[in-house]
């Protein structure tokens, strides 16, 4: 099955600063890659998604890159707030697998001020 | 917005009991997802149902879990008996459908076993 490696497990920043959360993924068949914010005690909110047949996408201070052939996906955060410290997780899935996310182990991001 | 929601939020039970939660999905979301997430991990999948039907259970503990999704929209998650082990978040999910569609997770939750 799938398996989702994700580094680093914890990610210290300053405010304003940006942020790179990396993962890798062992399954050429998964074709899509969702990433979670996870307050603590609170639900998974998904933050972005790519799917395989792009390879960038941003939405305003968050982007995520997709390098199909290095099977790598990678989280981007610009101009880190204090509200932005939390979980961040990366996941797997495929078409035909019945959307089963596979998730990576988390990065506890902190922004510090 | 609608969410997904969970009950309880909280559960403690001591080992060898049962215990049950309860999910209901978004409107109209075809597809239903329970995980497990121990602290410190990402969540794992347990099982999923299309409508009423359980497509993935590969990795629900089927000598303890049971799960079922009787008319298509809410479900039920039990485990008889709990063990130490079983303590962690349970989080439900639902999407509009099985195929890379998005998932939205409800609040959870958390099961400690004495």
């Known amino acids: 099955g799938e398996n989702v490696e994700q580094h680093p497990s914890t990610l210290s920043v300053q405010e304003g600063d940006s942020a790179v959360i990396k993962c890798t993924y062992s399954?050429?068949?998964?074709?899509?890659f969702p990433w979670y914010k996870q307050e603590l005690g609170k639900r998974p909110q998904l933050i972005i998604d790519?799917?395989?047949?792009?390879g960038e996408k941003k939405d305003q201070r968050i982007a995520v890159t997709l390098n199909k052939t290095a099977k790598h996906f990678s989280l981007h955060i610009t101009e880190t707030q204090p509200e932005d410290s939390a979980v961040y997780f990366c996941a797997a899935s495929m078409t035909g697998g019945g959307n089963k996310l596979t998730f990576g182990t988390g990065t506890q991001l902190k922004v510090e001020l | 917005e609608a969410e997904v929601a969970q009950s309880p939020r909280y559960k403690i039970t001591e080992k060898s009991q049962a215990v049950a939660f309860w999910c209901d999905p978004i409107s109209g979301h075809a597809t239903l997802y329970w995980y497990r997430q121990i602290l410190g991990q990402g969540p794992e999948l347990l099982v999923q149902f299309q409508d009423e039907s359980v497509v993935d259970d590969s990795q629900l503990p089927k000598d303890r879990f049971s799960a079922e999704r009787l008319k298509g929209v809410d479900s039920t998650l039990k485990i008889q008996p709990a063990e130490l082990g079983d303590s962690a978040m349970y989080l439900c999910?639902?999407?509009?459908?099985?195929?890379?569609?998005?998932?939205?997770f409800g609040p959870g939750t958390r099961l400690t076993v004495l």
């Open positions: 790519i799917r395989s047949n792009v």
């Open positions: 399954d050429s068949a998964s074709n899509y």
């Open positions: 999910a639902s999407s509009l459908a099985s195929k890379v569609d998005t998932q939205y």
